[in-house]
């Protein structure tokens, strides 16, 4: 059997307050691409469908349009998981009656032990979960980890196994020694931190979401597909994909989705960034964050930037930002409301702030420490 591995899709999540849906359509329509051209026998989405609970209408279109694509459209049987993103009641309305088009989605944890069997293999989905959740299904209050948790969870799976078949786990989670980037928070891991592989070994495969980069698991035949797309600055070296799993041959095969726009990192003098010759380079549709080598303060930079890279989501010094006069960094902790005052003035124009400028600047400092009236 041959099956695609994607997850972490993240529909309608936004990049430093871009909107994505353009990028996110384009890639579900690659990705759609890439099944039919394989030919392959099943897709896994391993859970983060959605990027929050509540998503937005326009969120909830393009993930019902993705999915009937897929499944009724083109027949591709579908065996997905809710992710900690996902809200589990919202995702599974509707789910009673999917399996009628081999559409299997599971979001509730009391589920992880029923095995599908398709093509000679088992596949057996673990959404995200609580241990909460994982100790009233299990009746044991001692259960402390996740790493007890899934170990207990998958002994019930083994008990199902059937021999002849390929087994294949699909789960959310964070697995040791994994690494993981920026985009993933430690409050979005959440309680499942600290799965161990080791409990993992019993399957043929085991197709993960959760973390954003397809090498963050070391191991032969425990995967991250990865996000969809680039969600952070961490992310822009990182190529981002799909596996095609073939449990026959046992062979795992990573394929690219190159993005419509890219998310870049560029670097350098200030003046060297706003040369034609350098910004025409990149397309203006791109993300663009700015490492600055310059340490001196350069007026109306964020601006002057965006002139150029129209689509600038980060800038920052790359070597620090110092006083231009004495080189040092200041103590602006220790200055008066009005030095600190004559100091912005002097970093953002240029030059000092002229003495009725000043009083101004002293009439609005009274007026705050009075409460918000002159005397």
Same mark, same amino acid.
């Given at each position: 059997?041959?099956?695609?591995?994607?997850?972490?899709?993240?529909?309608?999540?936004?990049?430093?307050?871009?909107?994505?849906s353009?990028?996110?359509?384009?890639?579900?329509?690659?990705?759609?691409?890439?099944?039919?051209?394989e030919?392959?026998?099943?897709?896994?989405?391993?859970?983060?469908?959605?990027?929050?609970?509540?998503?937005?209408?326009?969120?909830?279109?393009?993930?019902?349009?993705?999915?009937?694509?897929?499944?009724?459209?083109?027949?591709?049987?579908?065996?997905?998981?809710?992710?900690?993103?996902?809200?589990?009641?919202?995702?599974?309305?509707?789910?009673?009656w999917?399996?009628?088009?081999?559409?299997?989605?599971?979001?509730?944890?009391?589920?992880?032990?029923?095995?599908?069997?398709?093509?000679?293999?088992?596949?057996?989905?673990?959404?995200?979960?609580?241990?909460?959740?994982?100790?009233?299904?299990l009746?044991?209050?001692?259960?402390?980890?996740?790493?007890?948790?899934?170990?207990?969870i998958?002994?019930?799976?083994?008990?199902?196994?059937?021999?002849?078949?390929?087994?294949?786990?699909?789960?959310?989670?964070?697995?040791?020694?994994?690494?993981?980037?920026?985009?993933?928070?430690?409050?979005?891991?959440?309680?499942l931190?600290?799965v161990?592989?080791?409990?993992?070994?019993?399957?043929?495969?085991?197709?993960?979401?959760?973390?954003?980069?397809?090498?963050?698991?070391?191991?032969e035949?425990?995967?991250?597909?990865?996000?969809?797309?680039?969600?952070?600055?961490?992310?822009?070296?990182?190529?981002?994909?799909?596996?095609?799993?073939?449990?026959?041959? /046992?062979?795992?095969?990573?394929?690219? +989705? %190159?993005? &419509?726009? @890219?998310?870049?990192?560029? $670097?350098?003098?200030?003046?060297?960034?706003?040369?034609?010759?350098?910004?025409?380079?990149?397309?203006d549709?791109?993300?663009?964050?700015?490492?600055?080598?310059?340490?001196?303060?350069?007026?109306?930079?964020?601006?002057?930037?965006?002139?150029?890279?129209?689509?600038?989501?980060?800038?920052?010094?790359?070597?620090?930002?110092?006083?231009? /006069?004495?080189?040092?960094?200041?103590? +602006? %902790?220790? &200055?008066? @409301?009005?030095?600190?005052? $004559?100091?912005?003035?002097?970093?953002?124009?240029?030059e000092?702030?002229?003495?009725?400028?000043?009083?101004?600047?002293?009439?609005?400092?009274?007026?705050?420490?009075?409460?918000?009236?002159?005397?």
């Amino acid at each position: 059997m041959k099956f695609l591995h994607t997850a972490d899709w993240h529909v309608g999540r936004k990049l430093h307050g871009y909107d994505l849906s353009t990028e996110q359509a384009d890639a579900l329509r690659k990705l759609e691409k890439i099944a039919i051209d394989e030919k392959v026998d099943a897709i896994v989405i391993a859970g983060d469908i959605y990027d929050r609970g509540m998503p937005s209408e326009d969120s909830v279109r393009m993930v019902n349009g993705a999915l009937k694509k897929l499944n009724l459209e083109d027949g591709f049987p579908l065996l997905a998981i809710s992710g900690n993103h996902d809200s589990a009641e919202r995702l599974s309305t509707g789910s009673e009656w999917f399996e009628a088009t081999s559409f299997y989605l599971h979001t509730k944890i009391e589920r992880a032990a029923e095995p599908i069997e398709m093509s000679g293999v088992q596949f057996f989905l673990m959404p995200y979960f609580e241990i909460s959740a994982a100790k009233n299904f299990l009746g044991d209050e001692t259960l402390k980890t996740a790493n007890q948790c899934v170990r207990r969870i998958v002994s019930l799976m083994k008990e199902r196994f059937k021999a002849g078949f390929k087994h294949v786990l699909v789960g959310h989670f964070f697995a040791v020694g994994s690494l993981k980037s920026d985009s993933e928070t430690p409050s979005e891991v959440g309680g499942l931190e600290a799965v161990g592989i080791d409990e993992l070994e019993c399957f043929d495969y085991v197709a993960l979401g959760h973390l954003h980069q397809h090498r963050a698991s070391k191991s032969e035949k425990i995967k991250y597909s990865g996000s969809l797309l680039k969600y952070s600055v961490s992310e822009a070296s990182d190529q981002k994909g799909v596996y095609v799993v073939d449990t026959d041959s /046992e062979t795992i095969a990573y394929k690219p +989705l %190159e993005p &419509l726009n @890219e998310v870049r990192v560029v $670097k350098g003098l200030f003046e060297n960034l706003i040369k034609p010759e350098n910004y025409r380079q990149i397309p203006d549709d791109d993300y663009v964050a700015v490492e600055l080598e310059d340490r001196v303060p350069i007026i109306d930079v964020m601006n002057r930037l965006k002139k150029c890279y129209p689509r600038i989501i980060e800038l920052k010094r790359a070597n620090g930002r110092v006083n231009h /006069e004495n080189n040092g960094v200041r103590n +602006l %902790e220790k &200055l008066s @409301e009005m030095d600190l005052f $004559k100091t912005f003035y002097k970093d953002t124009i240029g030059e000092d702030p002229d003495e009725e400028q000043c009083k101004m600047m002293e009439l609005a400092l009274q007026a705050v420490r009075n409460g918000g009236e002159n005397q």
